[in-house]
């Protein structure tokens, strides 16, 4: 797919960190969640349309995030969406979030809450873990 | 696990439609939008802690859920999601999203919208639908 680009709202709000299994993985420039978005690499818009074997991969992805947000940030629940109705183009949130974190108890989407940036020490050691992962690699 | 029972929360704010293999599926008692909520009967509180056999069924029915939403109201977007951020049970959310609904761009979640009541009519409607989906039987 030559004509794939990430939607520009995307591009934006996150650090795009890796392409990796024809996923990219973006984060979100807000420091004070950890919020990674998943771009498979594709034109449709729905996870359930994407090919069974891409979808494992995802999950699989989203585990291993998961796993990484809990032992770094010590995540207590994990909020994990696809939803779309601004930018339609698939994406899958995999966000980690605490009791008293910035925007809790409330979701992400539509809310604001402080802004903190990540340093590019941040950046690298974050992109090194993903780039770790037994499923991402 | 005899111990198990469904939160309060999702008791109040649903219709419980019908349990198959070990999910209770409910419905959202607001009629405006289309929203069913898986809710696995575990103890774990993440979707990639429950076996993967169990995470397969949920996947397939998400996908028939949407299909039916879809081809019933003209769904545009489907919201999938595991939040649980104030009720940490597992509960899996498939909405079915339309420019111009009652809640349209925002998502459902902390966000006030149009309540509809579902008449019984509706209600046994969407019952015996669930219960020929291939997936779900």
Redesign the interface.
């Known amino acids: 797919m030559n004509s794939f680009k990430i939607h520009q709202q995307l591009i934006k709000d996150t650090h795009n960190l890796l392409l990796l299994n024809n996923i990219n993985i973006l984060l979100h420039k807000n420091a004070s969640i950890p919020w990674i978005i998943l771009v498979p690499i594709t034109n449709k ?4 349309e994407i090919p069974e074997s891409q ?1 494992i991969i995802i ?1 699989k992805m ?2 291993q995030i ?1 796993n990484y947000f809990i032992s770094e940030y010590k995540t207590e ?10 930018v ?1 183009q698939l994406h899958i949130h995999v966000i980690g ?1 605490n009791a008293g974190d910035a925007c ?4 992400v ?3 604001e809450y402080t802004f903190k940036e990540y340093t590019e020490n941040q950046l690298t050691q974050i992109k090194m873990a993903l780039q770790q992962m037994p499923h991402i690699r």
Chains 1, 2 share one sequence.
């Open positions: 818009v729905e996870l359930f979808q999950q989203i585990k998961s629940k994990m909020n994990i969406a696809a939803i779309g109705n601004i339609s979030r809790w108890p409330n979701v989407w539509g809310n």
